[in-house]
């Protein structure tokens, strides 16, 4: 999205510190030379009757054909003695004029036709979609060619041309996005709202629609020019003497060998205008983009960076365990905000044990998980500190190519959403035995034959014959339970689940729990599991940890916590649950939001929203106090600590 | 028992829903066939009471929000009746939608989604003021600024752009949306999935005390038993586009006839609870281009009969105290 003016009266800071659309452009040094060039070129055009040149079309056969840094004529002259230079920026005028109209022409007519048949749907649509297959059906050049025929030669008929056979190139574009927009619930809460049609499709769907019809324009006018030299160089566009660069060119094909600068002069200026204007266009479309505004114009690398000081890297604790998580700390820098989405956690994990974590949404749970392989993206992540030992390797500190071989093998995720996970175009059997001969050398009928059993492990019904099927033919459990067959593939020693049931209906949900269930006995594999459900958790985990703004805040076993949760949130976050069979129960709701990451506060992260704060809350740094083994709560003045009853 | 849920016209109904069926696609093709139908929605009948809440249960697919949309008019039934007080909807929305609309809103699943990224609140809150209602510029500003304090958020958030929100305010802009006109019944199609726990809270609360502060009717949509029995009167459970059990909640909830509404509620994870019901994996939902001709839950019903497969029970096959009725011929506590 395009950062729009806004007059909010308290804007949050963080918003002005985003890099704005001119500052991303200039990041993009191919698109800011295009852009100069372009600038350049205009200007120049834009000047050309201030400018001291000769008359254009004025001839002089005396001067046929004078080369290049003749006097007078710096760029020489034409087989009619016409001065080069006055012609070309003449040219260049009509040029960028006529692919400019032929552009907005185009825009204006195919966009129209794109709204109309994508928003009415239906006979409209097939209507008009199959008058522009018609279209589209002849070949381009010669559509234009024919169209120019009928109308007779010039340049105003050339840009008519022009304009019309790039009508569905346009129309095409913006139906789709039409399309998809006029499904979307902003479209039928505005029919809700009293709006008719034609608003709906100008007030509610064009602003949306603007950015494609822009990008769609800038990525166009350098074809259109190119599209109106090619006519005007076949002598159906401009008619002499009226120079434009395709004319120009055509003039001097004839010379080509005799005076070769009379045609390299305006083809390269036509190459250089196009290519300026093609790359700016695809700056100008990386950033409308929005996909790529928010982590600048970069590509991610594979693995997040780990930023920590040397000396600063815990050991390993005393409990073992399979995954050791000591400290971690993972920041995003966005603009020049830090955004600390982890901000020191431990987990430890032990063979055959579930551990949930629970909080609200962006309390930190994904990024914790993500950290641990490295998964996640930078920029703008990074880890900040801390480590995770893997049977006491230290994972920050593998090398690239260990991190990829742990990657599906010792360790596994499962994500929420399982269509995120599966490619759309293999089928599950490929997947699969991909997943599988990726992390050991398996013929490939072997692989298959795991593959089956992988299938029949996590209760496919059929396994042999769901081989072929592709994702979209299952339903959403099946393919997260075929996203689990693939974590298990390589007897994943940890599994990290994130989400994996939210998607899920109920019944689905309590099979997939029962199956993780079953799973981590049968294998004793560690399950790390995420989840925002503390229903989810009671079902599953045997402890659980509550994250809030990053930071663990209360930790135990599930029972314990569940029933005598110490940690004012963590009571607060229980209360607020509906249970099935309580419906006279108040829910209990937390007023305010967690606080953002970028701006924590000092002392308890939970002091504006905890009905238990004091002075003391405010200040220094509160520890997770472990009162035994497994359980610990980070507050000062824990509930149902009996002695302070 | 059975006089009183065969004639639910007795007590006054705000919606009457009659035999309503929806058919997706199933129109001719080019060439001669006809295309695949679904049958999203089929032989629905039932009432909302003025004044009450009636809750809609159902997983993914079962039609849930294909009949949100028919009582709203945003979308028609392909054959029988809605009517409210007594209009017919159909012929109400194609004659007049914004009639339609002054009575009848909507809340939808997702608040972001629903809300246009490039209006202001102030613009899309104003729409229904300026299209629904003849109030003036004074009026409308009055109006505006009722709503939101009615649903507890800031004057100031009127400038700002939906993605400046968070989820549980974008909801409570959608709820104001939905109020500014005054309607009497309004559809709350998922409110709450797309909300955090703690902010679920508050938005249940806040529909709770709009409800009794403007007299409004609920229709409840949502997957999530234990939300539905806490804000519910009155309960419909969907299976398949068809109803399996409607009845007052805490008839449902105690007491389930239908056994999918049992699988349902022993499916559901609740703290505290270890042993979740789950069922065998082949369970498996009917094909809806290849309908069963029988109970569409047989596939995955305990107590299925040869009765089950061979033809449809009717809504009322079963019928327990209170209007509580469901579509089984064995259902549950009545061996
Ligand atoms: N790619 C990213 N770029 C910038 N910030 C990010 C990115 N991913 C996450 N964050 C920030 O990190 C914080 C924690 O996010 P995280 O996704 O871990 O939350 P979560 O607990 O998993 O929430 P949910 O329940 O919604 O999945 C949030 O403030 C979020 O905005
Ligand atoms: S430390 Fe203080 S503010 Fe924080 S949760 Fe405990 S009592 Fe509340
Ligand atoms: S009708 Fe038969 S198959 Fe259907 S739910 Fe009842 S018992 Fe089960
Ligand atoms: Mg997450």
């Keep these: ?645 | 028992m059975n006089e009183i849920s065969q004639k639910p016209m007795d007590r006054e109904a705000l919606l009457t829903i009659r035999d309503v069926e929806r058919i997706f696609g199933g129109g001719r093709k080019l060439f001669g066939g006809h295309l695949p139908a679904v049958h999203a929605v089929q032989g629905l009948s039932l009432d909302v009471k003025k004044g009450e809440t009636l809750g809609v249960v159902g997983e993914s697919g079962c039609g849930k929000s294909t009949l949100a949309r028919l009582v709203v008019g945003l979308d028609l039934p392909t054959s029988g009746s809605i009517t409210f007080n007594g209009e017919d909807l159909a012929a109400l929305a194609k004659k007049d939608r914004n009639a339609l609309s002054r009575k009848v809103q909507y809340v939808f699943q997702d608040p972001v989604a629903s809300l246009n990224p490039r209006k202001t609140i102030r613009t899309i809150l104003e729409a229904p003021l300026k299209h629904l209602t003849d109030l003036n510029a004074d009026r409308r500003e009055a109006r505006l600024a009722e709503l939101l304090q009615a649903v507890n958020l800031a004057p100031e958030f009127l400038e700002r752009y939906p993605h400046e929100f968070s989820g549980g305010q974008a909801q409570r802009i959608g709820i104001a949306r939905a109020l500014a006109a005054g309607p009497e019944l309004i559809v709350l199609d998922e409110p709450v999935s797309a909300l955090d726990v703690s902010v679920q809270a508050q938005v249940l609360n806040l529909l709770d005390k709009l409800k009794d502060d403007f007299g409004l009717t609920y229709i409840f949509i949502s997957h999530d038993l234990s939300v539905v029995e806490s804000v519910s009167d009155r309960v419909a459970v969907m299976y398949f586009g068809r109803m399996a059990e409607l009845g007052p909640a805490r008839e449902i909830f105690r007491h389930p006839l239908h056994p999918y509404t049992d699988l349902l509620m022993r499916s559901a994870p609740a703290p505290g609870r270890h042993d979740l019901m789950s069922e065998d994996a082949s369970a498996e939902l009917p094909d809806p281009y290849n309908p069963p001709k029988g109970c569409a839950f047989a596939a995955r019903c305990a107590h299925r009969t040869d009765i089950c497969v061979a033809g449809k029970p009717a809504p009322d096959e079963a019928t327990g105290g209170n209007d509580h009725i469901a579509a089984c011929y064995h259902p549950l506590g009545k061996a």
């Design chain 1, 1 to 645: 999205m395009t950062d729009t003016t806004m007059s909010a009266p308290s804007r949050p800071a963080s918003k002005s510190s985003r890099p704005g659309t001119l500052a991303l452009l200039l990041n993009n040094t191919l698109a800011t030379s295009g852009l100069v060039v372009l600038v350049l070129i205009c200007l120049i055009a834009l000047a050309a009757p201030i400018l001291p040149l000769e008359d254009p079309d004025v001839t002089a056969p005396a001067n046929r054909l004078l080369p290049v840094f003749a006097e007078g004529h710096l760029l020489g002259t034409d087989h009619l003695g016409r001065d080069i230079l006055s012609r070309l920026i003449w040219g260049t005028r009509v040029s960028l004029a006529v692919g400019l109209s032929a552009t907005i022409i185009a825009a204006f007519f195919g966009s129209l036709l794109g709204l109309v048949a994508g928003y009415a749907g239906g006979r409209t649509d097939t209507l008009i979609m199959r008058g522009i297959d018609m279209v589209m059906a002849f070949p381009y050049i010669l559509l234009a060619l024919a169209i120019v025929a009928v109308l007779g030669p010039g340049l105003l008929n050339a840009l008519y041309a022009i304009a019309l056979v790039n009508i569905p190139f346009f129309a095409r574009n913006i139906r789709g996005i039409t399309l998809g927009l006029s499904r979307r619930e902003f479209v039928d809460a505005a029919r809700l709202s009293g709006k008719s049609p034609v608003q709906i499709l100008f007030l509610e769907i064009l602003p949306n629609v603007l950015p494609v019809i822009v990008i769609t324009m800038s990525t166009t006018v350098g074809w259109m020019i190119l599209e109106t030299a090619g006519l005007s160089f076949l002598g159906l566009g401009a008619q002499p003497p009226q120079a434009d660069l395709g004319s120009m060119l055509g003039e001097g094909r004839k010379i080509l060998f005799t005076a070769p600068h009379v045609s390299i002069i305006p083809g390269l200026m036509i190459f250089a205008l196009v290519m300026s204007i093609n790359l700016f266009g695809d700056g100008v479309r990386d950033i409308l983009d929005p996909r790529l505004r928010a982590g600048s114009l970069t590509r991610p690398v594979s693995r997040t960076a780990v930023h920590r000081k040397a000396d600063d890297i815990p050991s390993p604790s005393e409990k073992g365990g399979v995954l050791d998580v000591r400290q971690m700390r993972t920041e995003f820098e966005i603009g020049s905000s830090v955004y600390k989405a982890v901000g020191g956690v431990d987990l430890n994990l032990k063979e055959g044990e579930c551990l949930g974590i629970v909080g609200e949404s962006g309390s930190g749970k994904s990024v914790t998980a993500m950290s641990i392989m490295g998964l996640v993206p930078t920029p703008p992540g990074r880890i900040a500190g801390g480590a995770a030992y893997l049977d006491g390797e230290d994972l920050f500190a593998a090398s690239d190519r260990r991190i990829r071989d742990l990657r599906g093998g010792s360790v596994a995720y499962v994500f929420q959403d399982p269509l995120s996970t599966l490619h759309p175009l293999f089928t599950v059997g490929d997947q699969l035995t991909e997943a599988i001969t990726t992390h050991r050398p398996l013929s490939g009928s072997k692989a298959r034959e795991k593959a089956i059993e992988l299938l029949s492990l996590v209760r496919i019904p059929n396994a042999k014959e769901r081989l072929s099927a592709y994702p979209h033919e299952l339903s959403g459990g099946m393919r997260q339970r075929v996203c689990i067959a693939m974590a298990l593939a390589n007897d994943a020693k940890v599994l990290i689940a994130d989400e994996p049931t939210t998607a899920l209906d109920v019944t689905v949900q309590s099979q997939i729990l029962t199956l993780m269930n079953g799973l981590r006995r049968e294998r004793n594999a560690a399950i790390l599991f995420i989840t925002h459900d503390f229903g989810v958790v009671s079902a599953l985990c045997d402890r659980v940890a509550v994250m809030y703004a990053g930071r663990i805040v209360e930790t135990g076993t599930t029972e314990e916590v569940l029933a005598n949760p110490r940690h004012p949130y963590t009571a607060k976050l229980i209360e607020c649950v509906p249970v099935l069979g309580e419906p006279e129960r108040r829910l209990d709701a937390i007023e305010g939001r967690p606080p953002v990451v970028n701006n924590l506060p000092e002392g308890c992260a939970f002091a504006a929203r905890c009905p238990h704060a004091q002075a003391a809350c405010r200040a220094g740094e509160i520890e997770l106090e472990m009162s035994s083994d497994t359980r610990g709560v980070r507050c000062l003045f824990p509930l149902n600590s009996g002695a302070a009853v």
